[in-house]
């Protein structure tokens, strides 16, 4: 096990009702720049009850919608000089991960003179941000309890991750209630999304980590118990209620206690969906079994825990290589079961593209990955059996 501080600020609200809280968390604030997408936050409920909490709280609204999925770095800009000319002194996000991660971007940039890219590629540092509040509304990416985000360029067609102890949310508001209108597409993709993260940290190289093991095997099995039964039934709110915690502790960073995760899956699939604009699940459902393969030999003990401990396969008779094939396959089967696409092709992506992935994939900093160093020959192979 490693030496690792574990830090994290975010005051967590779960359960029915818990925006009537806004206020009290909100305290001192006078004007909030809410931050959202689309019509799904209306759908649910979830803008009426913010809206009727800020006006009960006399905080000034100052509404900014049409966050994309994939968020873009030119709207955030935008919402950053909204922000400032409307002299906001915080930011709300009422929505997903996408949401969430333009959010968190907006209240750091707003407070630098930096442009807010330069901060994504490690170029400046941030040194304050507004204080940032979140009402989640879909399960996918943890954003709400973590300091990371993804930003996406759409001018030079580059999707990176960033992180900051100023981007850590005060506050977050999470009411499965929320999330009962969410399609059963978003649904699977925040599904996919989630137990990507885990894998992200499940695979490590760190010797004795049987509490943090133990932590992700449990997480991943609830979600996987409970994850066809909400497919079948999307309004139960007590599936509901599982998967949004699950989602949270996924990459709140209690998984990640004492080891390094590896995060090259994620780092092809920014590629692809900055290219290709995708989305981040689907690419995700696609590509990581085929990382798997790829790297099925290292540490064969963790693919025969995963198979065993979280897939429940029965080991008699198999070597570790052939239990972990399995384990592999089982998994692909399980996500395609629910209905995640299984082929890049899927997305009118072959081979003509592969270049231009490996290429963008291998561009921010060359060979990646912590459980297997990927190369660009690595990176090809994997792309190409994904098409």
Do not use: C
């Amino acid at each position: 096990m490693q030496n690792f501080r574990y830090y994290n600020p975010t005051r967590l609200y779960f359960g029915r009702g818990v925006v009537e809280h806004l206020p009290e968390a909100m305290n001192g604030t006078r004007r909030v720049l809410m931050v959202y997408g689309g019509g799904s936050i209306k759908r649910s409920g979830a803008y009426d009850d913010v809206v009727q909490a800020l006006r009960q709280a006399e905080i000034e609204m100052v509404e900014f919608p049409g966050i994309e999925p994939n968020p873009r770095v030119g709207t955030v800009r935008r919402a950053i000089q909204e922000a400032r000319a409307r002299e906001v002194d915080a930011v709300l996000a009422v929505g997903g991960g996408s949401a969430i991660d333009a959010a968190k971007g907006i209240a750091v940039g707003a407070k630098s003179e930096a442009d807010i890219w330069d901060i994504v590629m490690g170029r400046a540092e941030p040194a304050s941000a507004l204080p940032l509040y979140t009402v989640l509304t879909l399960a996918a990416t943890g954003s709400e309890m973590n300091k990371n985000s993804v930003l996406t360029n759409e001018a030079t067609a580059e999707k990176y991750g960033w992180s900051s102890e100023w981007a850590y949310p005060r506050a977050s508001f999470l009411d499965p209630y929320y999330t009962r209108t969410v399609p059963k597409d978003h649904t699977v993709y925040g599904i996919v999304d989630m137990m990507s993260h885990i894998f992200e940290q499940y695979f490590h190289t760190v010797d004795n980590t049987p509490v943090t093991d133990r932590q992700a095997e449990g997480v991943l099995a609830a979600i996987i118990e409970t994850a066809p039964k909400l497919v079948a039934n999307l309004e139960d709110l007590k599936l509901r209620e599982t998967i949004l915690f699950a989602g949270t502790v996924a990459l709140n960073g209690t998984l990640s206690m004492g080891v390094i995760g590896d995060w090259a899956t994620h780092n092809i699939e920014h590629a692809v969906s900055a290219l290709f604009d995708i989305p981040h699940a689907a690419g995700l459902a696609i590509l990581f079994p085929h990382w798997m393969r790829h790297v099925h030999h290292v540490r064969p003990k963790r693919w025969v825990n995963l198979a065993t401990r979280v897939f429940g396969l029965d080991p008699s008779g198999k070597d570790d290589e052939e239990l972990a094939l399995e384990a592999i396959d089982w998994l692909a089967d399980f996500w395609r079961g629910l209905g995640a696409p299984s082929r890049l092709s899927d997305f009118g992506i072959g081979e003509a593209h592969v270049e231009a992935i490996v290429e963008k994939a291998m561009a921010r900093r060359g060979p990646f990955g912590q459980f297997k160093t990927l190369t660009a020959d690595d990176v090809r192979t994997i792309v190409r059996n994904a098409l």
